[in-house]
C-alpha cells in the first residue's frame, strides 16, 4: 500500500524558513515522481514544485522560483522542499503526491494518485 507522510510545517515569520519532508513507504521510490502541492483556505489546489523519478529535473511554480526547491534521496525515500523568504502568502496546507513515471511534465494535480495527508505552513507575524 502506497503511503506518503508530510512533517515540517508550522508557524513562521515572513522572510523565514521551513523544511517539508515527504517519506514515502509501499512503493520504490526510484519509479516515481513526486510533487508538492497546496491549498489555502477557499482556494484550490495548486502545483509547487515537482521533482523527476531520479532526480534529475525539477519544476517549480514561477510564485515560488528562487524561494523554494525540491530534492529527494530514493535510497531514503524521502523527499524535501526547502522553502526559504517565506511569504504571508504561502500560508496553506502543503501535500506531497507520487505519481508512476520519470518525468513531470505539466504536474497536473490529477496525474497524482496517491496523497499524503498534509501538513500546515503558517507564515505570519
Known amino acids: 500500500q502506497l503511503q506518503l507522510v508530510e512533517s515540517g510545517g508550522g508557524l513562521v515569520q515572513p522572510g523565514g524558513s521551513l523544511r517539508l519532508s515527504c517519506v514515502v513507504s509501499g512503493f520504490t521510490l526510484d519509479y516515481y515522481v513526486i510533487g508538492w502541492f497546496r491549498q489555502a483556505p477557499g482556494k484550490e489546489r495548486e502545483g509547487v514544485s515537482c521533482?523527476?523519478?531520479?532526480?534529475?529535473?525539477?519544476k517549480a511554480a514561477d510564485s515560488v522560483k528562487g524561494r523554494f526547491t525540491i530534492s529527494r534521496d530514493n535510497a531514503r525515500n524521502t523527499v524535501w522542499l526547502q522553502m526559504n523568504s517565506l511569504k504571508p502568502e504561502d500560508t496553506a496546507v502543503y501535500y506531497c503526491?507520487?505519481?508512476?513515471?520519470?518525468?513531470?511534465?505539466?504536474?497536473?494535480?490529477?496525474?497524482?494518485?496517491?496523497w499524503g495527508q498534509g501538513t500546515q505552513v503558517t507564515v505570519s507575524s
Open positions: 503526491a507520487a505519481k508512476r513515471g520519470y518525468y513531470c511534465a505539466d504536474y497536473r494535480r490529477s496525474d497524482f494518485g496517491s
Open positions: 521533482i523527476s523519478s531520479s532526480g534529475g529535473s525539477t
